[in-house]
């Protein structure tokens, strides 16, 4: 069947560094995503990775090994802002998303 | 620039009533439109998505419907709502071109049923 694995909740200090991983295993890729869903609201576009590396958009990034089936989020200087549930999603190749059950990442002062 | 809107953002119905919740997508035609819900501790799940007016496919079997009576609208509906049908469902349309664009979620609806 088809997985994708992410951790329930993680913990960082605000002005830190944290590492979100994300492993799959699908049918087929199209693609992983990233997406950042603040309490009660909906998912947000993060970032999108379809070929091996990293890709770098502000205090974000996102890396992808597809040979490994795994990728990682990287949030640097944290905000209070940035609390958030983070979901990991991969396109399969039927071109369906297969969700992750989300990354609660709580940042403290 | 395109938006997406859905409502109502929170409802409350007892077993067994109907349910409707609509979305609509602005600046942008024949998009690739989804409804998906979200449970607690649980990704997101696929119950519908459309293609085109009037084209509907059904991704899990359950007592839920859809329908695209326009370009751009899209109705979750139900006629006898189960308590298992809480939960938050979120409406989205896919940007980009090809098959690999993003999705752009409207703002969720929130289902309660007593």
């Known amino acids: 069947g088809q997985n994708i694995d992410q951790p329930t909740e993680m913990t960082a200090t605000e002005g830190a560094i944290v590492q979100i991983n994300c492993t799959y295993q699908?049918?087929?890729?199209?693609?992983l995503f990233w997406y950042q869903q603040h309490a009660g609201e909906a998912p947000t576009f993060l970032s999108y990775?379809?070929l091996d590396g990293l890709e770098e958009k502000g205090r974000f990034s996102s890396f992808l090994s597809r040979s490994k089936g795994y990728s990682y989020l990287l949030l640097k200087e944290l905000q209070m802002k940035d609390s958030a549930s983070y979901l990991c999603?991969?396109?399969?190749?039927?071109?369906?998303?297969?969700w992750g059950a989300g990354t609660k990442l709580i940042i403290k002062p | 620039s395109q938006t997406i809107h859905q409502w109502p953002a929170t409802l409350v119905q007892p077993v067994g009533s109907p349910l409707s919740l609509e979305c609509t997508v602005e600046?942008?035609?024949?998009?690739?439109l989804y409804w998906y819900r979200q449970a607690a501790g649980r990704g997101l799940q696929l119950l519908f998505y459309?293609?085109?007016?009037?084209?509907i496919s059904s991704e899990v079997p359950q007592n839920l419907s859809a329908s695209r009576p326009q370009d751009r609208q899209f109705i979750l509906s139900s006629k006898k709502l189960l308590l298992s049908d809480s939960g938050f469902y979120l409406c989205?349309?896919?940007?980009?071109?090809?098959?690999?664009?993003?999705?752009?979620f409207g703002e969720g609806s929130r289902l309660t049923v007593l």
């Open positions: 699908t049918s087929g890729f199209n693609g």
């Open positions: 600046g942008t035609s024949n998009p690739n």
């Open positions: 990775n379809v």
């Open positions: 989205a349309w896919k940007g980009g071109s090809g098959e690999t664009g993003e999705l752009f």
């Open positions: 459309s293609v085109g007016i009037g084209q």
């Open positions: 999603a991969v396109m399969d190749s039927n071109y369906q998303l297969i």
